[in-house]
């Protein structure tokens, strides 16, 4: 079957780094999408993983290691609109649909 | 420029009503998806079409679920007759079909409660 974890929820201070795990183990693989997801809203895209190593975007960074079935998302700077849901997927491949994990809850404090 | 437009943004019917929800998907994508949130499942991908054409519908949960995409521009998910258990988000989400890095673009959402 198809299997995506990631933690429940995760609380951080403003002004920290925060790094939000996910393991996958799917049928196959195409790439592995983070996604934000404000309460109420719609996802928005973060960024995208295919090949091993880390991609930085910003105060944002993106990892995977395909051999591992994992990856992380980490977030530097945090500020209070950072409180968000973030949401792993894997693209499978031959089906262009997302597998979604259940998302991490993150929490900031001041 | 427009994203995904998706209606009605909310809707509350009694159980065994018909639903009809609604989405136009950002001009040029050529792929379009419909998903599901709940707190318990996440977000679950239902169908998706590529060039109007549905390509794999194996998460319709059953058959009181159908969605349609009669051309480019508009896409229809409807479920008769509804259930309580149907209460979800449902969201649309469109992406250009040009290699796998693509992201998909989601609409607002629809907040279905049947009563």
């Known amino acids: 079957g198809q299997n995506i974890d990631q933690p429940t929820e995760m609380t951080a201070t403003e002004g920290a780094i925060v790094q939000i795990n996910c393991t996958y183990q799917?049928?196959?693989?195409?790439?592995l999408f983070w996604y934000q997801q404000h309460a109420g809203e719609a996802p928005t895209f973060l960024s995208y993983n295919v090949l091993d190593g880390l991609e930085e975007k910003g105060r944002f960074s993106s990892f995977l290691s395909r051999s591992k079935g994992y990856s992380y998302l980490l977030l530097k700077e945090l500020q209070m609109k950072d409180s968000a849901s973030y949401l792993c997927?894997?693209?499978?491949?031959?089906?262009?649909?997302?597998?979604f994990g259940k998302g991490t809850h993150l929490i900031i404090q001041p | 420029d427009a994203g995904v437009i998706q209606s009605p943004r909310h809707e509350v019917t009694e159980m065994g009503q018909e639903v009809t929800l609604r989405c136009k998907p950002i001009s040029g994508h050529n792929s379009l998806f419909w998903y599901r949130q709940t707190m318990m499942r996440g977000l679950e991908l239902l169908i998706y079409?590529?060039?109007?054409?549905?390509?794999?519908d194996s998460g319709m949960p059953e058959d009181r679920f159908s969605a349609k995409m009669p051309n480019a521009s508009f896409s229809t998910l409807k479920i008769q007759p509804s259930e309580p258990r149907d209460s979800a988000v449902y969201f649309c989400a469109s992406r250009q079909q040009r290699g796998f890095n693509q992201p998909q673009h989601f609409g607002d959402g629809t907040r279905l409660s049947i009563l």
């Open positions: 799917t049928s196959g693989f195409n790439g």
């Open positions: 079409f590529n060039n109007n054409v549905p390509i794999d």
């Open positions: 997927a894997v693209n499978r491949g031959g089906a262009d649909g997302l597998t």
